[in-house]
């Protein structure tokens, strides 16, 4: 019997390489080295797309920088190990993971105002917003669990243990959320509404993830380790390919306007990822950065990338307390970098 299916599975291949060959891969550039105060560490970026800001979490503080003007216009003190920020533009707030004081700082989007502070678990790392159900998620490291935060309460109203490290998170924006799980080398998928893991992906190739990324319309999340982006069909778990990427990887997003993927690495590279089809991806640039340069925030209408780092002094000796100490940070050196396309 003739397979009625293989035209449309043709048309939809020939519609990719046509697509591919019509829109060229931009090739991005760094064009400005913008200087931000202070001589901290620093965790994730997010990119406020509806007031155009990058916030970054730095130190004991989230600066607010203008994308346009490139210019600090707020800071939000007092997030002790501050590590990610969350937007619920319908509401109007914003959220942010304070890792060392164990809460959520609620602040206003306009004003940034701090609202409330709400206890979760312990070293709460990345967080995430979802939208279907109005909920908060904070990604506890050190007590191994997700904490659900009701924002009409604003107050913890679930625990999902997952006995690992949560990494970043991403959600489809459909009642889907999923999860690395840094030293399971796998991705959880959790159920927002029932408060349950609904299942554990292994990633074959992939150890130890940090970044996520998604393709809400494909179905594909992007999630990057040490030199290795693997990409999951995000329905079933299923690893479709194995990217080669760079070393010290922490951060991942994805363009769905240039069906562009992208990787920071602490080495000091960008790897850009074409995703040609659903199914085949290949990288397209490797972009010289800066060491350190390891989180990233992506403006999906302008296509720009922000980085940040600093320059870097003498390695402490190690300590028992402190067996693997990160270099020290040279003063006035921190810096947001723009790529531009």
């Known amino acids: 019997m003739r397979n009625a299916s293989l035209p449309l599975l043709c048309t939809a291949a020939l519609a990719w390489a046509a697509a591919a060959q019509a829109d060229s891969p931009p090739h991005y550039h760094l064009t400005h080295e913008v200087p931000l105060p202070g ?8 990119y406020d797309s509806a007031g ?7 130190g004991t503080k989230v600066q607010a920088v203008d994308s346009g003007k490139l210019i600090l216009t ?13 937007f619920a533009h319908d509401l109007g707030r914003g959220y942010i993971s304070a890792g060392r004081a164990n809460t959520v700082v609620v602040f206003d989007l306009k004003t940034l105002t701090v609202i409330a502070r709400i206890p979760t678990g312990e070293n709460p790392d990345a967080i995430l917003y ?8 904070t990604f506890n490291g050190r007590s191994r669990n997700i904490s ?13 243990p997952v006995d690992a490290k949560p990494e970043f998170a991403a959600t489809d924006g459909a009642g889907h959320v999923f999860v690395n799980l840094e030293d399971k080398s796998s991705i959880a998928s959790i159920d927002p509404i029932k408060l349950t893991v609904t ?4 990633l074959s190739g992939c150890e130890e993830p940090s970044g996520l990324a998604i393709d809400v319309k494909h ?27 760079g070393s010290g990887i922490d951060a991942a997003a994805y363009d769905p306007g240039t069906r562009l993927a992208f990787a920071s690495g602490g080495d000091g590279t960008l790897t850009v990822v074409q995703e040609e089809t659903p199914d085949k991806f290949a990288v397209v640039q490797t972009v010289q950065t800066r060491a350190g340069a390891r989180t990233m ?4 209408r302008t296509h720009r990338v922000f980085l940040v780092t600093a320059k870097f002094g003498p390695r402490p000796a190690p300590t028992a307390e402190q067996p693997h100490p990160r270099p020290s940070i040279v003063p006035r050196s921190f810096e947001l970098l723009v790529l531009d396309p």
């Open 52 to 58: 155009g800001r990058i916030f970054v979490t730095h």
């Open 130 to 137: 979802e939208p279907t159900t109005h909920r908060v998620f």
């Open 74 to 86: 707020g800071e939000i003190g007092d997030t002790p190990g501050v590590h990610g920020v969350a």
């Open 219 to 245: 179905r594909r999340l992007f999630s990057v380790c040490d030199k290795a982006m693997a990409v999951v069909d995000s329905g079933t778990g299923r690893v479709v390919a194995n990217v080669p990427i």
């Open 39 to 46: 001589d901290d560490g620093w965790d994730y970026l997010a």
């Open 297 to 300: 925030a992506l403006d999906d």
């Open 148 to 160: 659900a935060i009701d924002t009409a309460k604003n107050e913890v109203i679930g625990t999902i």
């Open 199 to 202: 299942a554990v992906w292994p």
